[in-house]
């Protein structure tokens, strides 16, 4: 069970950046997918989730309205759309997957190496 991020970079604010998240040795649409951010000396904080029993989607507060999570199960994919970028949003984001649709990372039993997201100027 492999879960693997990409998509991060170096972006201005106000830009947008679309992360991948893609399972390898399991179908992603059995799980609820979480995307997570983390910086240094900082928890890891819940940005989105997209649970596998209805396709419900939660978000938290400082991005919601600005970033969109998705599936593709042909793909086996998990897609993290980020519009309006800000400075604020910088961090390691990460990708899970777990059976309870959560913004808390307890929840999650299968994680992915991160992909670095940087906003600056």
Not at 58 to 77: E, H, L, P, Q, W
């Amino acid at each position: 069970v492999q879960l693997q991020a990409s998509g991060g970079g170096l972006v201005q604010p106000g830009d947008s950046l679309r992360l991948s998240c893609a399972a390898s040795g399991f179908a992603l649409d059995d799980y609820s997918i979480g995307w997570f951010r983390q910086v240094p000396g900082k928890e890891r904080e819940g940005v989105a989730c997209i649970s596998h029993r209805d396709g419900s989607t939660y978000y938290a507060a400082s991005v919601k309205g600005r970033f969109t999570i998705s599936r593709d199960n042909a793909k086996n994919t998990v897609y993290l759309r980020m519009n309006s970028l800000k400075p604020e949003d910088t961090a390691v984001y990460y990708c899970s997957a777990g059976l309870i649709p959560s913004l808390r990372a307890v929840y999650y039993d299968y994680w992915g190496r991160g992909t670095q997201v940087t906003v600056s100027s």
